[in-house]
């Protein structure tokens, strides 16, 4: 089945920096790779996805970016904020109707 | 669109005893549904994937005959912790994928579990 490793674990920068968390995952065959937000106790929440059939996105100061090959793809955050501190997770999936698979976490630490 | 309601959002039961939670897909039918488990400070595991009208598929080391799952309708899907246990104390979260115009998967608002 998939895995997926993320780093790093905790990440802190001021704020204004960039931030950058790194992925990878095992099944060349997943095609969906999202990244989401989670504040405690709370669902998570979208911020950005790609689909395997692009080598990036961006929204604003988020961006995302994917290689196939090397099979990892990373979110990228620009200007950061103190908001942005949250704990940020990546995840994979392969095919329509299975499971996303959840890298560990990575919590950001934003400081003003 | 594409809203998944979960409830309880949280709930404390007694050791030995059993609690259902609930996932209702409002505005579109979910035909597959996951229950994931996250300990605090740890990422979301997935247990198991429940299937409409049929057997749920359960994760590697997840118990099926503790964490019952059924799925009789297309927008609603069961979790019972059954007999449960200080260990099972958790933030138990269901999801949905959803198609149409915003591709992708849903979550409910998950589930405190305290087991006392």
């Known amino acids: 089945g998939e895995n997926v490793e993320q780093h790093p674990s905790t990440l802190s920068v001021q704020e204004g920096d960039s931030a950058v968390i790194k992925c990878t995952y095992s099944d060349s065959a997943s095609n969906y790779f999202p990244w989401y937000k989670q504040e405690l106790g709370k669902r998570p929440q979208l911020i950005i996805d790609?689909?395997?059939?692009?080598g990036e996105k961006k929204d604003q100061r988020i961006a995302v970016t994917l290689n196939k090959t090397a099979k990892h793809f990373s979110l990228h955050i620009t200007e950061t904020q103190p908001e942005d501190s949250a704990v940020y997770f990546c995840a994979a999936t392969y095919q329509a109707g299975t499971a996303l698979i959840f890298g560990k976490g990575t919590t950001l630490s934003v400081s003003s | 669109g594409a809203v998944v309601s979960q409830h309880p959002s949280w709930v404390i039961c007694k050791s030995g005893t059993s609690v259902k939670i609930e996932c209702r897909s409002l505005d579109f039918q979910a035909t597959t549904m996951f229950w994931y488990r996250q300990f605090p400070k740890q990422s979301l595991m997935l247990m198991a994937t429940?299937?409409?009208?049929?057997?749920?598929?359960?994760e590697q080391g997840v118990e099926k005959d503790k964490f019952l799952i059924n799925h009789a309708s297309l927008t609603l899907s069961t979790l019972t912790v059954t007999s449960a246990h200080p260990e099972d104390s958790s933030f138990y979260i269901c999801s949905a994928r959803h198609t149409g115009e915003a591709d992708g998967y849903t979550f409910g608002s998950g589930t405190r579990l305290t087991v006392v």
């Open positions: 429940s299937n409409e009208g049929s057997k749920a598929t359960y």
């Open positions: 790609i689909r395997s059939n692009v």
